[in-house]
């Protein structure tokens, strides 16, 4: 697949949930699974970097029994990295992204083992932005740049952000036809997809049929 970067806005998975009549939870739970296997069809297909919108800032404002119900899935699933066959087999680096801290401990300490195992790996990243805000990550960058004391580039300037690397084509789920504050500064030239369906009812085929309508596009990067 020429070395792509796939970025996915997991959205629906409350709505998936309401559709087949089951508690709004087990939507999360099963989006758990299909990010479970979205990696393995990632690699499958030969993509090198894989960049997940999992959990935004704003997501903290919903209801603390949600939140907290989250923190326990995004602790299970962030475990089951460690151990992961698929993970290690294919040396897949995983980077969590965000403001971490806003997360209780014991889930910090879980994203800090899984990158601490992982951090050696180069065929393919994974990275997983949770407590992410697209904003705040360029300000944060925009204060490390005037610590710096001199004018910068736009290139050092990106270096400066919780990611430096451009999505080729970013997936969102859900029918809702928005960014939502995902990866404003990286995604300016990036082939947006909003699809229908719910992030528990993405598949493989469905991720080969929009790389094949990616590769039909003219991409000219404003030129």
């Not at 960049?51 to 602790?75: D, P």
């Not at 151990?83 to 971490?100: A, C, M, P, W, Y």
């Not at 400066?160 to 928005?178: C, E, F, S």
């Not at 404003?184 to 909003?194: G, K, L, T």
Request: hydrophobic letters at 40%; a neutral charge; glycine letters at 6%.
């Amino acid at each position: 697949m020429d070395d792509l970067h796939v970025a996915f806005v997991l959205d629906g998975n409350r709505r998936w949930a309401v559709e087949n009549q089951l508690p709004k939870l087990m939507g999360h739970h099963h989006g758990a699974k299909t990010l479970k296997k979205s990696i393995k069809w990632c690699v499958e297909l030969g993509i090198k970097d894989i960049t997940v919108y999992g959990f935004s800032t704003e997501n903290f404002k919903r209801s603390e029994e949600e939140t907290k119900s989250l923190f326990n899935i995004m602790k299970k699933y962030f475990s089951e990295l460690l151990t992961s066959k698929e993970i290690h087999d294919n040396e897949i680096q995983v980077r969590f992204i965000g403001k971490l801290d806003l997360f209780p401990e014991d889930l910090q300490k879980v994203m800090k083992e899984v990158e601490a195992k992982t951090k050696d790996y180069t065929k393919h990243s994974f990275n997983l932005c949770v407590a992410y805000g697209g904003h705040e990550e360029i300000v944060q960058a925009a204060n490390k740049a005037i610590a710096l004391g001199k004018p910068i580039t736009e290139e050092e300037f990106a270096n400066l952000l919780y990611l430096n690397k451009q999505p080729d084509l970013v997936i969102r789920t859900g029918g809702a036809m928005r960014t939502s504050n995902f990866l404003p500064w990286q995604s300016a030239y990036s082939e947006w997809f909003f699809i229908k369906e719910h992030w528990p009812a993405f598949s493989k085929e469905r991720l080969v049929e929009l790389i094949a309508e990616f590769k039909e596009r003219k991409r000219n990067f404003g030129k």
